[in-house]
């Protein structure tokens, strides 16, 4: 990956900067209060985290109650009521044969999860050429060194470039700004021939798996894959026997309106990540989720997964997450996102669809992306330099809103993004007031 400026290194580094901030004291539902009294609407649930608000009665209670019982043991001496429901509750969302897992600490660590349990079935069938990986461009995966090796962004990469895995990328799939000359009905096709070449360059028995999130989230902007594009490269990976990693640490548990993003797209993948609506951030949960017919040949090697932490299987962090699961499913929260989603992404178009400066309204469910561009017609991107993400951001909290922007999206150093991720259960009137601030934010950054 290409190093980039030190003006836009600084400009990465800006969205992490804690300097200057203002300090929270409470939250409630789809707000939060500061120190000082000052009241936001929590537009992007964080970084598309807190998908049932803030201050959930029935979730706190779970957490209290689990509190007064034990807060956590070892994975491996107990198991426990909250981590044996937790399981049911996700094998029965996923589906299909994605029924074993590992619960851990957050998305990061579900990806690195993944990315072992890709290597370690591999060496259980023999196959221990296969270690290479490839993944896309324009995409985040996490924070941890494998993570960061297969995450096409090369602002969060560049500090550590040297002492990160090799892996491949291919391209994005953006209807918006596909491959250079090819036609968006087209970006399927396109995009599952240039995986085969790949995994004939590098040779189909040193390959491991592909991995993709099936809505790009911080790289790109909640970016959906288009139509037919997951079945295509699911074809590719099943004619030379590597394996496919979705990783919905961002867009999945509900977060388009179906517990699987993939699901829209009739897909099933060996391997999965899920972490920020599986616990909406009440305490730091995240699992790795795998297909059944993996689990054999890894018990028969090696008696049981190699990725296990001091904190996996959390029993409190299960709680947690059995809560919000309960909360989701008692309150038909994934038909709300499936009916609402639409409206709140046209809600959108309509306030802001047509000024100079809107490039791309998109996404999923309640996970969507404004993309912002320096001219519409060639949709070529604000200069790095003007940091219009942050300066979004820092408006959009001056008008009492939280965003989440992000820059690079477009070749990792140009390209500015905000991405609007409402609670599942947020009113019709706070959706309202979210498009109302954003939309105002907008019109004081934007030239």
Not at 327 to 348: C, H, I, N, T, Y
Request: glycine fraction near 12%; aromatic fraction near 8%; charged fraction near 20%.
């Amino acid at each position: 990956m290409a190093a980039i400026a030190e003006g836009e290194a600084g400009a990465a580094a800006n969205i992490f900067s804690t300097a200057a901030l203002p300090k929270v004291t409470r939250g409630k539902g789809s707000y939060v209060w500061d120190t000082n009294g000052k009241q936001y609407v929590d537009g992007s649930g964080g970084p598309s985290v807190y998908c049932l608000g803030h201050g959930n009665e029935d979730v706190n209670q779970a957490i209290k109650d689990q509190l007064d019982q034990i807060a956590s043991h070892h994975r491996f001496t107990f198991s426990s009521d909250a981590l044996e429901t937790l399981q049911a509750m996700v094998a029965k969302q996923c589906g299909g044969g994605l029924k074993e897992m590992i619960f851990v600490t957050g998305g990061s660590e579900a990806v690195e999860s993944c990315l072992k349990i890709a290597l370690q079935y591999h060496s259980a069938m023999g196959q221990k050429t296969r270690r290479r990986f490839i993944a896309r461009q324009r995409s985040w995966h996490g924070n941890t060194l494998g993570a960061l090796s297969i995450s096409g962004f090369a602002q969060r990469r560049e500090p550590f470039e040297g002492s990160l895995l090799e892996a491949s990328f291919v391209s994005p799939a953006n209807v918006y700004r596909p491959p250079v000359g090819i036609a968006p009905q087209d970006i399927a096709e396109y995009c599952a021939a240039e995986l085969e070449r790949e995994i004939l360059r590098q040779g189909p028995e040193n390959v491991a798996a592909f991995i993709f999130e099936p809505v790009v989230g911080a790289a790109g902007g909640a970016v959906p894959a288009p139509e037919g594009y997951a079945k295509a490269m699911r074809a590719v990976c099943d004619k030379y026997g590597v394996l496919m990693i979705a990783d919905e640490v961002m867009c999945g548990a509900g977060r388009t309106g179906y517990w699987r993003a993939l699901e829209e797209d009739g897909v099933e993948p060996d391997i999965m990540s899920v972490a920020k609506g599986l616990g909406a951030g009440y305490v730091p949960l995240g699992v790795a989720i795998y297909h059944e017919r993996l689990k054999g040949p890894i018990v028969e090697a090696h008696g049981d997964l190699l990725t296990a932490h001091t904190f996996t299987g959390h029993t409190l962090a299960c709680a947690a997450g059995v809560a919000v699961q309960q909360v989701v499913e008692r309150d038909g929260l994934l038909e709300r996102v499936r009916v609402k989603g639409p409206q709140f992404a046209d809600a959108l178009r309509r306030e802001i669809g047509q000024h100079a400066h809107i490039g791309d309204i998109r996404g999923r469910g309640y996970f969507i992306g404004v993309e912002f561009v320096a001219d519409q017609d060639s949709k070529e991107p604000f200069a790095a330099d003007q940091m219009i993400f942050a300066k979004i951001k820092q408006r959009g909290l001056e008008n009492g809103l939280i965003c989440y922007p992000v820059s690079g999206n477009v070749d990792g150093k140009r390209g500015d993004i905000a991405i609007l991720s409402p609670a599942y259960n947020a009113t019709d009137a706070e959706l309202d007031e979210i498009v109302d601030k954003f939309a105002q934010t907008c019109r004081d950054v934007l030239p």
